[in-house]
């Protein structure tokens, strides 16, 4: 057991079979409560929207069912969740949820219950843009400087910036050389905006230059006009990395030890690495990491000079840095994919999390000694003799065996069965889908055969089939006859879609388990 770990405040597990990323965990006074106290609005893959307002249960006490205050199934898969003035006649905070082909807008507000079951919260719609390119992420700010209000900034799969002025939608632009999207932020100092692109650099874009540059409604249009005519959109700088960044993120630091005017800092989040830049793009610090991280944040500064940094890894690990140095190391429940801070009535400054299959935790820093203590033992003389008689029998075991045959299996078991997978041209003639329709619309369904060949003879052999959800298979345990050397033996199952979702892997696995004779174990090894 660890000493330092992260201490459970409040938690709770979102659905079943959900999938979350680092877009989808939102934290801030959704309802403008006034109270100064925050929210956690948590969205997932499977386009449910949460909103929680944690309370720690006493002592003995189950959780309070009333931490929840929203739970709406939106049908889409839930992107990114930020929350801003999105609302051009209001000040106030609303809620932007990103879906693959469409922006909402929503306004959260809650009623005062006339019973103890407390409040009442609804879910409003203000506005919505239909997308018509498949959006990957998006960032928000006073764009341009404007002052009250924020605007909205999407990029697309396809490497477009599409800029949406609250109710309106501005123009859109195609970043240059563009394949992959990366990692989108906005610096509201330098008015610009900070992506990292598949050529592994961090590039910055003005506003300026974006709202100037050539129009297009296509790649093609937009390549053909910036040899013509308009102005040529160009990265203001660049920076080459030599890494994918999973996270960029703009936060301020003071920019001497006298405690001068604040300057603007991105970090960027390497696979490996650990960044920090000036606004010019030029590199304040680097850190080398020695694990795989999974998320960061970025928090205010313990003192002048000095940048703080939360970072989560793949060990369940949640690490605190000022600058390069590491200040503490607490383990966490699960790895975290999101990390946010929260203020909460009874306790500011909570950390929370978020793994990619939805436990959501509330913690602190702390210690968590531990008082178990190795109890003593029993002091007993040794006959030596007896330890020799022992030793030369177990050497004389072991002689024996290796001049037969290992009790173990031998290195090339792999080699001894061959299994072969082909997946049908066509789709069934007659779906044999177990579920017969999905949304009104039927269900497809195609013909995969598995072969088995093996070298040397096995018995019993058992055979499971595994696909990811939606994705389900008609059979998935197979129960085979025993094989002779050189045999071979074939199934046959259907596959087909088990939901109203796109699957985010068509891969599956087939595992074979068999007994196999031996001259020590005739009964045969599993």
Request: a negative charge; one cysteine or more; proline letters at 4%.
């Amino acid at each position: 057991m660890s000493l330092f770990k992260a201490r459970e405040w409040w938690a709770s597990v979102l659905g079943e079979g959900e999938e979350f990323d680092q877009g989808c965990l939102c934290v801030g006074d959704v309802d403008n409560s006034g109270t100064g106290f925050d929210k956690v609005v948590v969205g997932s893959y499977m386009g449910m929207l949460r909103v929680f307002l944690p309370r720690p249960s006493k002592p003995g006490e189950a959780a309070e069912a009333d931490t929840q205050l929203l739970e709406v199934h939106l049908k889409d898969p839930i992107i990114q969740l930020e929350l801003g003035k999105f609302v051009s006649c209001s000040e106030l905070l609303h809620l932007a949820v990103l879906h693959p082909r469409k922006l909402s807008v929503y306004a959260v507000a809650g009623t005062a219950g006339n019973v103890e079951h407390g409040d009442q919260y609804q879910l409003r719609l203000v506005y919505e843009h239909t997308l018509q390119r498949t959006a990957c992420n998006m960032t928000y700010g006073p764009f341009g400087g404007v002052t009250g209000h924020h605007f909205i900034c999407i990029q697309s799969m396809d490497g477009m910036l599409m800029f949406f002025e609250q109710e309106t939608f501005a123009f859109g632009r195609f970043l240059p050389g563009f394949l992959l999207p990366g990692p989108l932020c906005y610096c509201a100092r330098t008015d610009a905006f900070l992506t990292v692109s598949s050529a592994r650099q961090v590039e910055s874009y003005r506003y300026e230059a974006l709202a100037v540059a050539t129009d297009a409604d296509t790649r093609q249009e937009a390549e053909q006009q910036t040899k013509s005519s308009g102005k040529r959109l160009q990265a203001d700088w660049t920076l080459v990395l030599g890494e994918a960044a999973l996270d960029l993120v703009v936060c301020s630091f003071s920019a001497s030890s006298q405690g001068s005017a604040s300057s603007q800092g991105i970090l960027v989040l390497g696979e490996r690495s650990l960044y920090c830049l000036k606004d010019s793009g030029q590199v304040r610090f680097m850190k080398k990491l020695e694990y795989n991280p999974s998320c960061f944040l970025p928090y205010a500064a313990a003192g002048d000079g000095v940048t703080s940094v939360l970072m989560g890894n793949h060990n369940s690990m949640l690490l605190v840095y000022h600058d390069v140095t590491l200040k503490w190391a607490a383990q966490l429940a699960s790895v975290p994919v999101a990390l946010r801070l929260a203020n909460f009535q009874d306790l500011r400054g909570v950390v929370v999390s978020l793994s990619a299959d939805g436990q959501l935790q509330c913690s602190y820093m702390g210690t968590d000694p531990s008082f178990f203590s190795v109890p003593k033992v029993e002091a007993r003389e040794v006959n030596y003799e007896e330890v020799e008689a022992e030793m030369r029998a177990l050497q004389k075991v072991i002689r024996e065996t290796t001049r037969t045959q290992d009790i173990l299996p031998r290195a090339d078991i792999e080699d001894e069965l061959i299994i072969t997978a082909s997946v049908s041209a066509d789709l069934d003639k007659v779906s044999k889908a177990l579920l017969s329709e999905i949304n009104g619309a039927a269900v497809p369904s195609i013909t995969v055969q598995i072969k088995v060949k093996v070298k040397g003879a096995v018995r019993n052999p058992k055979m499971t089939v595994c696909v990811q959800p939606p994705l389900a298979v008609s059979q998935d345990q197979f129960v085979l006859d025993s094989l002779g050397s050189g045999a071979q033996s074939s199934v046959s199952f259907s596959a087909y879609l088990n939901g109203p979702y796109l699957p985010a892997d068509l891969a599956g696995d087939v595992a074979v388990s068999y007994s196999s004779p031996t001259e020590l174990n005739p009964s045969g090894e599993y």
